[in-house]
């Protein structure tokens, strides 16, 4: 009987060991990995702060408005280089345009002062020619004279110099010298009736002008 007993108290003492070891763990809350909510909020306003690319209240970025005033200031500086380049361009073509015009007239002021010195040995030659006779004028010396003369009178012609037309023609203070005026009916009134020296144009510009006679 006492056996028995024991056998009973030792199972009972079994089965309480059982029952505490078995007693569940207690569960284990997964987060994954993830940090507490006051922890997160606090380094997601931390990362804000030391971001660059956080909006401003004009809704820029610090970096873009950054960049935006630098891109400014780099057209700015194109647009002006640009008008300055543009003005000096000016300038230098206005110079260039005021150089030629001024060398052109230093070349016609040039080309007339020696038409000038020359054509004193054309009125020669006209003098010389115009009082020969019609044997004289068969004389080779004077036949060579004469294509000198010709020659001459080509080559004027060809730099542009040219006579200007009186006789008959009606007078005109800007190419003829009037010397001499004399009643004739047979003209009309402010008419050429002769030409004493013969005048010339270069390229339109009077070298020298036409001393004449007019009528009345």
Do not use: C, W
């Amino acid at each position: 009987m006492e056996e028995s007993r024991k056998e009973d108290v030792m199972e009972q003492e079994a089965t309480d060991e059982s029952e505490e070891s078995v007693v569940d763990p207690e569960p284990e809350t997964d987060t994954g990995g993830e940090e507490p909510a006051d922890e997160e909020n606090e380094s997601e306003e931390a990362a804000e702060e030391a971001d660059p690319e956080t909006e401003d209240p004009a809704g820029e970025t610090p970096k873009r408005s950054f960049f935006k005033k630098k891109k400014d200031k780099r057209d700015t500086q194109i647009e002006e280089l640009t008008d300055r380049v543009q003005r000096q361009m000016a300038e230098f073509d206005n110079f260039r345009k005021r150089t030629e015009k001024e060398k052109a007239a230093m070349f016609e002021i040039g080309a007339k002062s020696v038409i000038e010195k020359v054509l004193p040995t054309i009125d020669n030659f006209e003098r010389g020619l115009g009082g020969l006779t019609d044997e004289q004028k068969e004389d080779p010396f004077v036949q060579g004279m004469e294509k000198v003369y010709r020659q001459l009178l080509t080559t004027l012609e060809g730099i542009g110099v040219k006579p200007i037309e009186a006789v008959g023609r009606p007078f005109d203070p800007n190419f003829h010298n009037a010397v001499m005026h004399v009643e004739d009916e047979e003209a009309e009134e402010n008419t050429v009736v002769e030409e004493f020296q013969k005048g010339y144009l270069y390229h339109d510009s009077v070298v020298r002008h036409s001393m004449v006679k007019v009528a009345n």
